[in-house]
């Protein structure tokens, strides 16, 4: 699903925030992406998203090379991938049913069929009842579960999550990780960059740990319940 050949990241003030990283993350696979901040997650996450590009290496995303990925070619590709942001990135003025269908409208789906796929993705996140609502009257929870809702509209077969609990208490962070978990289930490869390792240690799945820019581990952090 993701490969990371000798990839590396060097930005114009010669800040190497990635250096020569490997991994490879099977299709259908759950892992947990940790360090400290400035360890290199985010610019990982870009890279995969394809909002930025890498300085050298390879990037394989669902058998695509999207290291010298064309311009054109973009949009495409950012198709197979739901991105989920610690903010949420909600509009305020819209209803939740109009968040979660807003990619489907700009890809110029009908709105009978932005509608039904909403309630489905809404139905799947737990927020039945709730799309009439504005994100305002939600809690935080209910907010990061709204932008999940968005990410899967597409049903995409890669989720990539930047600290998506970073703004909630440790209860409402281990139900929106249970979340996760629900949907990898269902066959959706699932990357979590997170710096809450407390959190991570509850769950049992593969922890890949970056630190300046290295790739210091890969495997799991500790098993669930020993």
């Known amino acids: 699903m993701i490969l990371f050949e000798q990839v590396s990241k060097v930005y114009s003030d010669q800040h190497v925030a990635l250096d020569k990283v490997d991994f490879h993350l099977k299709k259908g696979e759950m892992a947990f992406l940790t360090g400290p901040s400035g360890a290199g997650k985010s610019t990982l996450l870009k890279l995969i998203s394809l909002m930025d590009r890498p300085t050298s290496g390879r990037i394989v995303l669902n058998g695509n090379n999207i290291s010298n990925l064309k311009g054109n070619d973009i949009p495409y590709l950012r198709r197979h991938i739901g991105?989920?942001?610690?903010?949420?990135?909600?509009?305020?003025?819209?209803?939740?049913?109009?968040?979660?269908?807003?990619?489907?409208?700009?890809?110029?789906?009908?709105?009978?069929?932005?509608?039904?796929?909403?309630?489905?993705?809404?139905?799947?996140?737990?927020?039945?009842?709730?799309?009439?609502?504005?994100?305002?009257?939600?809690?935080?929870?209910?907010?990061?579960?709204?932008?999940?809702?968005?990410?899967?509209?597409?049903?995409?077969?890669?989720?990539?999550?930047?600290?998506?609990?970073?703004?909630?208490?440790?209860?409402?962070?281990l139900e929106i990780l249970n979340l996760f978990e629900s949907l990898n289930k269902l066959g959706i490869s699932v990357l979590i960059a997170t710096h809450d390792l407390g959190l991570v240690a509850?769950?049992?799945?593969?922890?890949?740990?970056?630190?300046?820019?290295?790739?210091?581990?890969?495997?799991?952090?500790?098993?669930?319940?020993?």
């Open 83 to 173: 991105m989920i942001f610690q903010d949420h990135r909600l509009l305020m003025n819209r209803t939740v049913l109009e968040n979660v269908g807003l990619p489907l409208l700009i890809e110029g789906y009908n709105r009978h069929e932005i509608k039904r796929r909403s309630l489905a993705a809404l139905a799947k996140v737990g927020l039945n009842g709730k799309e009439n609502s504005f994100p305002i009257h939600l809690s935080g929870g209910e907010q990061q579960r709204v932008g999940i809702a968005r990410a899967i509209i597409n049903h995409p077969p890669l989720l990539i999550a930047d600290e998506p609990t970073g703004n909630l208490d440790p209860k409402l962070s």
């Open 202 to 226: 509850k769950m049992r799945y593969r922890t890949l740990t970056l630190r300046e820019g290295n790739m210091i581990n890969d495997g799991l952090l500790r098993k669930r319940n020993a």
